[in-house]
């Protein structure tokens, strides 16, 4: 394979170690910008820098610099082995197995790993940070293999792969060909890295890969939440449900402000609607399933552990979390940074946020094909039941998917096993605690997914009466990718097709004319 150099041509962020924002990550991973350091940040790294080469030299043992590590901390190292000593660290820990990461979330390791290290703490030098910068710049995306972390002594399977595509070792993708470590740097004209005392080190420790993943988790399940809101005020209205339950009164006699915002979000979705207005009166329910008039007490219980795990993460993109770090006092001290319990019970809370929001748009499903429960609407939605199914299965399916979910929202990290000989004798397992949010995630899209489809089908079985101007904008872009379902059809690639308008935002977007879409996604 032969190449010249490939500049990626996405817009470029300047990042100021210590003080990145969570919205500058969530466009670092949604639109795979390319990231340089503040300048400011050099003279702090090359100070540590300068530091640790000095304990290389010396006589006294320094862990990490002039040691073995884990149990091995108590072999002396010779100053004249220390390149060798941080490459077989690197190559010894290359140990990460199963599916790739995707790249989007790999950009984003390295972009936390470059954070960290600019705090000026770590002992690097500058020339490992340009490095770092110029895998961004050129495309250069180290394959990582996602198992293998506990989620202490920081993600050293993971981070391993990307440092070992630094030395010119594993694998990486470059423009989204995979190839050899070495050949990728070299197509991109990046000069491999021998490293010195400590760097390895650096590299390896840290959260980053966790942090990277339940940032991902975060994102999408922020806007996976934000879209139930929309499909669930689409099955209220498909339903003919009653408004009451979302006054503002009512919410703000509780005081949760994601409560109070998912009712206000509701209630504009809903404005305007004709549906709405025709059973205001001689409606003989008295009340309607939790599913529909709770939603602003779960969706804005979730929205609120979404806030905190928001909150957690930005500390922890922010943070120092490789072993030892570097005072400006010119010590070097052992700590424990790189154990990243905050990032698994971050992780966890996602999960549980995802559930609910399955299993609260699952049982909407549920009532819309339910005769007995849909207000009029024909069973399971088809125009000519009995020679039709209709959604029947597609609310199966939702069933399945909810279910999935909810084994998965189990806490990991409750969970520890003793590794390192005992030496590192509690862990984390933030890693797989974080990367089971992708499929939760996608689980979820599809449940949202079939609830689009089927709230849709429901408002226009109520033609001539119709729904809000906001929600039809929402079935306009609905009926661009999956036409009304009539006689039974083959319907997986309906779901599919609303599964992506879900996950992509389209539908997010469709209803933007809201208030409450037009704050931060995160």
């Known amino acids: 394979m032969t190449s010249s150099p490939t500049v990626s041509s996405k817009p470029k962020l300047v990042l100021k170690p210590g003080e990145i924002a969570l919205s500058q990550l969530q466009q670092i991973y949604r639109t795979e910008a390319n990231v340089e350091l503040d300048r400011s940040c050099k003279v702090g790294v090359e100070r540590a820098a300068a530091v640790v080469h000095a304990a290389a030299q010396g006589d006294t043992p320094v862990y990490g610099v002039n040691t073995g590590f884990g149990k091995l901390a108590s072999v002396k190292i010779p100053s004249d082995d220390t390149a ?3 490459r077989n660290l690197i190559l010894s820990h290359c140990c990460g197995v199963g599916d790739v990461l995707p790249q989007n979330i790999v950009r984003l390791v390295i972009v936390l790993k470059l954070a960290s290290l600019g705090r000026g703490a770590s002992g690097v030098r500058w020339e490992l940070i340009e490095c770092l910068e110029q895998m961004l710049t050129h495309n250069v995306v180290p394959v990582v293999p996602g198992q293998g972390s506990v989620g202490a002594s920081g993600d050293l399977a993971p981070l391993s792969h990307v440092a070992a595509v630094m030395l010119g070792e594993g694998e990486a993708f470059f423009g989204g060909v995979r190839v050899s470590g070495k050949e990728a740097m070299q197509l991109a004209g990046i000069p491999t890295i021998q490293l010195a005392a400590k760097e390895g080190l650096a590299l390896i420790n840290g959260t980053q890969v966790s942090t990277a993943l339940a940032l991902a988790g975060l994102f999408q399940a922020h806007r996976l939440a934000k879209t139930a809101l929309i499909t669930g005020a689409m099955s209220v209205d498909a339903l003919m449900g009653s408004g009451a339950p979302f006054r503002p009164e009512i919410h703000e006699l509780r005081g949760h402000k994601g409560q109070i915002s998912a009712a206000a979000t509701i209630r504009e979705l809903m404005s305007g609607s004709a549906i709405r207005e025709s059973h205001r009166e001689d409606d003989e329910r008295v009340q309607d399933p939790y599913c529909l008039r709770c939603q602003p007490q779960v969706m804005g219980a979730v929205l609120g552990l979404l806030a905190q795990v928001a909150y957690t993460l930005e500390i922890e993109a922010n943070a120092v979390t490789d072993n030892p770090l570097v005072f400006k006092d010119g ?18 809370q996602t999960a549980l946020a995802i559930a609910e929001i399955g299993a609260i748009s699952q049982r909407r499903i549920a009532t ?23 959604f029947m299965i597609a609310d ?37 605690a974080a990367r089971r949010l992708i499929d939760m995630n996608a689980n979820l899209s599809q449940i ?60 997010f977007d469709a209803a933007s004319k809201a208030q409450f879409f037009k704050l931060e996604e995160a």
Do not use: W
């Not at 010590?331 to 966890?348: M, Y």
């Not at 005769?371 to 020679?387: D, H, R």
């Open 368 to 390: 819309l094909v339910d005769p007995a429960l849909n207000y009029g609407l024909p069973p399971f939605l088809t125009p000519n039941p009995g020679l039709n199914s209709g």
């Open 396 to 432: 199966v399916t939702s069933a399945a998917l909810y279910s999935e979910n909810k084994q998965r929202a189990a806490p990991c990290s409750v969970d520890s096993t003793p590794t390192s000989a005992n030496q590192e004798d509690h862990v984390s397992m933030a890693t797989h």
């Open 84 to 86: 060798t000593l941080q």
């Open 448 to 507: 949202i997914g079939i609830e689009l489809l089927m709230a849709a089908q429901g408002i226009e079985f109520r033609i001539p009466l119709k729904t809000s101007p906001i929600l039809q904008e929402v079935i306009a872009a609905v009926r661009t990718e999956v036409e009304e379902l009539e006689d039974d059809r083959y319907m997986a690639p309906d779901l599919e097709k609303a599964a992506e308008l879900v996950a992509s935002g389209r539908i």
């Open 331 to 348: 010590s070097i001290v052992s700590g424990g940074n790189f154990h990243a319990e905050p990032v698994a019970f971050a992780a966890d």
